[in-house]
């Protein structure tokens, strides 16, 4: 396997609890919170101390698809079940460009093993 599926896969692992989260989020329940949840675990993911842009704009993306998302199953709210399918197929669809997002945010910052040490040998 090479190193990019290795992470790629890492990377939709540890995004399966969101989309599990995400999937399963009623709203009847009064401590849930949907929007704290997801980015707490989104953070804990990436744990940036400066911020990549990329990865900010993504994040933007699921907190307010989470937000859509909590609103329309609200339990006070009148819940149309087409606009709650709606939502969590945005929420999903924004996960999934930030795997994308982080995906090639870890790639880049893989270190590339040098291979000048190979370059150096001495002719005979």
Known sequence: MSSDTILRQEIRCSLGYI????DSYSGLYSGENLEREVLRFCD??????????????????????????????DRFALRDPAAIA??????????DMLQDVVFEWRKARMTVPSSGRLLRRKSL
């Not at 989309?19 to 995400?22: F, G, L, V, Y």
């Not at 804990?44 to 329309?72: K, S």
């Not at 709606?86 to 996960?95: G, L, T, V």
Request: aromatic residues 0%; proline residues 5%.
């Open 19 to 22: 989309r599990s989260m995400i």
């Open 86 to 95: 709606a939502s969590r197929a945005q929420a999903m669809a924004a996960i």
């Open 44 to 73: 804990e993911m990436t744990g940036i101390v400066t911020p990549h842009p990329r990865l900010q704009e993504a994040r933007h993306l699921v907190e307010d698809r989470c937000r859509r998302l909590a609103q329309d199953t």
